[in-house]
Antibody, heavy 119, light 106 residues
Framework: QLQLQESGPGLVKTSETLSLTCTVS??????????WGWVRQPPGKGLEWIGT???????YFHPSLESRVAMSVDTSKNQFSLRLNSVTAADTAVYYC???????????WGQGTPVTVSS | DIQMTQSPSTLSASVGDRVTITCRAS??????LAWYQQKPGKAPNLLIN???NLESGVPSRFSGSGSGTEFTLTISSLRPEDFATYYC?????????FGQGTKVEI
């Protein structure tokens, strides 16, 4: 059974960089059948797509975030990562890593990791 | 961006009730719509794709319909484990966007 697990600091200082890693188990990240992505959920609010990465390394980001975000894949570790720089309190959220179908549906989710941005 | 609007925001219901949630898109998305269920403290779970296709393992009391700009998620007979928040998501064109959610409560 596929499992995704987020890891990273739960507290990031304002203006610094948020870095999260998603470890995939029960399946290989090195598949062209699926993509990998990140979705976040601010406290008490709805879901926001952050970005998607393909095995080729091609990335697609939400326009509101693309100037601050980067994603990468490490096939040797079966992991993919998110970096979001110049964070503010508005970036405080639960961050989910997901498997993404080519149709752009999010069909497997990690449990989520809460990240607080504070000075 | 395509805006997704769900109604109602909160729905009070009882076990056994038939429940319908509406999702409207700001422009036509054909049938490129998914529904997710999220329970408190948990990740969302994919229920339906392409507006009406039930995901494997999802109970048949869930159904989806619609196309273009108006869609519905129906639970035919509410069970205790169905009390949750439901989100629609369009995947017609990026950025992929979600509705604000509908909380189904007792």
């Amino acid at each position: 059974q596929l499992q995704l697990q987020e890891s990273g600091p739960g507290l990031v200082k304002t203006s610094e960089t948020l870095s999260l890693t998603c470890t995939v188990s029960g399946g290989s990240i090195s598949t062209s059948d699926y993509y990998w992505g990140w979705v976040r959920q601010p406290p008490g609010k709805g879901l926001e797509w952050i970005g998607t990465i393909l095995l080729s390394g091609s990335t697609y980001f939400h326009p509101s975030l693309e100037s601050r975000v980067a994603m990468s894949v490490d096939t040797s570790k079966n992991q993919f990562s998110l970096r979001l720089n110049s964070v503010t309190a508005a970036d405080t959220a639960v961050y989910y890593c997901t498997r993404v179908r080519p149709t752009r549906i999010f069909d497997f989710w990690g449990q989520g990791t809460p990240v607080t941005v504070s000075s | 961006d395509i805006q997704m609007t769900q109604s109602p925001s909160t729905l009070s219901a009882s076990v056994g009730d038939r429940v319908t949630i509406t999702c409207r898109a700001s422009q036509s998305i054909n049938s490129w719509l998914a529904w997710y269920q999220q329970k408190p403290g948990k990740a969302p779970n994919l229920l339906i794709n392409k507006a009406s296709n039930l995901e494997s393992g999802v109970p048949s009391r869930f159904s989806g319909s619609g196309s273009g700009t108006e869609f519905t998620l129906t639970i035919s007979s509410l069970r205790p484990e169905d009390f949750a928040t439901y989100y629609c998501q369009q995947y017609k064109s990026p950025p992929w966007t979600f509705g604000q959610g509908t909380k189904v409560e007792i």
